[in-house]
């Protein structure tokens, strides 16, 4: 059973870079899309942007010009950075498996991080 | 961006009813649409995939249909563990957007 757990701080200062993990277990890393969604508290989900095993992205254009998404296979993980944050950017952050490009079947569960100095 | 509407934004219902909910492109994805349940606290999960395709698991008392830019997610009988928040999400280009969601409530 694939297990995806999403790891780094919980509190970022404002202006600085957002990073977190998202760490695949049971199964393989290859093959596969890895995403990033985000949910402020009460609001609904936004997709961030989404990798693939050979590093190529898709990423929000609303975020674009702050995400860097990377994927190391030998560590089965994948990450996000956002840079610059505001408190507009705290929410959960989820990553997730696409079993086929936009379609996630499985997801960590969750994050909470807080933008606040 | 292709904008996902659903309706209603919540509804109340009680256990053993027919519940319908409704999610509208902006413009045709073909059957590039999702349905996720989402329970509070948690991380969603995909129940509906293709528009009509039931995932791996999920009970048979929920199904989705529609095509083009209309889309529907309907659950044939409601159980306890039911209510929850649904979101319908196109993946037929990116950015990969939701609807706003819809919340099931006792």
């Known amino acids: 059973q694939v297990q995806l757990q999403e790891s780094g701080p919980g509190l970022v200062k404002p202006s600085e870079t957002l990073s977190l993990t998202c760490t695949v277990s049971?199964?393989?890393?290859?093959?596969?899309?890895w995403s990033w969604i985000r949910q402020p508290a009460g609001k609904g989900l936004e997709w961030i942007g989404r990798?693939?095993?050979?590093?190529?992205?898709d990423y929000n254009p609303a975020l674009k010009s702050r995400v860097t998404l990377s994927v190391d296979t030998s560590k089965k993980h994948f990450s996000l950075k956002l840079n610059s944050v505001t408190a507009a950017d705290t929410a959960v952050y989820y990553c997730?498996?696409?079993?086929?490009?936009?379609?996630?079947?499985?997801w960590g569960q969750g994050t909470l991080v807080t933008v606040s100095s | 961006d292709i904008q996902m509407t659903q309706s209603p934004s919540s509804l109340s219902a009680s256990v053993g009813d027919r519940v319908t909910i409704t999610c509208r492109a902006s413009q045709s994805i073909s059957s590039y649409l999702n349905w996720y349940q989402q329970k509070a606290g948690k991380a969603p999960q995909l129940l509906i995939y293709?528009?009509?395709n039931l995932q791996s698991g999920v009970p048979s008392r929920f199904s989705g249909s529609g095509s083009g830019t209309d889309f529907t997610l309907t659950i044939s009988s409601l159980q306890p563990e039911d209510f929850a928040t649904y979101y319908c999400?196109?993946?037929?280009?990116?950015?990969?957007?939701f609807g706003q969601g819809t919340k099931v409530e006792i």
């Open positions: 049971g199964g393989s890393i290859s093959g596969y899309y």
């Open positions: 990798i693939f095993m050979s590093g190529s992205s």
């Open positions: 997730a498996r696409d079993v086929t490009a936009g379609t996630a079947d499985h």
């Open positions: 999400q196109q993946s037929d280009s990116t950015p990969v957007t």
């Open positions: 293709s528009a009509s």
